[in-house]
């Protein structure tokens, strides 16, 4: 039995190590793949706004319900940070954005984050800072955390199974080399 836990142990524990970078690995490139979207809205957007087009012609009159769809918005702010027109609502009112992110987005230019503005709806959004104030855009990530948990399935389904593939190896090897004694 010591020989096979010599021998098991460390090869379970890099199986394990290997099953959680698979896994975050996946993860990431699904969570940030979830703002390419709003990256290219918001920029463009800003492009225009700057160029002085008018904001009401740069964010669809017809309203997202964040919270039953998957289609994205924009919100415009100005500079003190004041809803200058949205295509989004919650609860018949256009979301309240975290403490602090127009601060950062003014000193950086631009800002990605998952908001959650109710418990269930989780967004990816995107702020983009331009001359005159700024511009978010946003879609939910309700299918994304869908997939998340699927990839999370498919990881731990693997990872027993390897688990259990090295167990029968080690134990395969133990026996063999006993019996070569």
Do not use: C
Request: hydrophobic share 45%; no cysteine.
């Amino acid at each position: 039995m010591k020989v096979f836990l010599k021998i098991f142990i460390p090869t379970a524990i890099v199986a394990t190590i290997l099953s959680g970078m698979i896994y975050a690995a996946v993860q990431q490139d699904l969570r940030l793949g979830a703002n390419d979207p709003q990256i290219q809205m918001a920029e463009d957007t800003a492009v225009r706004l700057e160029a002085n087009a008018p904001v009401a012609t740069q964010v669809s009159s017809d309203k997202v319900d964040v919270a039953k769809s998957l289609a994205p918005f924009l919100i415009v702010y100005n500079d003190e940070g004041q809803v200058q027109t949205a295509s989004v609502s919650l609860n018949g009112q256009v979301p309240s954005l975290p403490n602090g992110v127009l601060d950062y987005t003014a000193e950086h230019g631009q800002d990605r984050i998952t908001w959650q503005p109710k418990e269930g709806v989780r967004i990816a959004a995107v702020v983009q800072k331009y001359k005159g104030g700024f511009v978010l855009a946003g879609r939910s990530l309700r299918e994304i955390e869908l997939r998340e948990e699927k990839i999370q399935i498919i990881t731990l389904l693997g990872w027993l199974v390897t688990i259990g593939a090295l167990a029968i190896f080690t134990s395969g090897f133990v026996y063999f080399a006993k019996r070569k004694k």
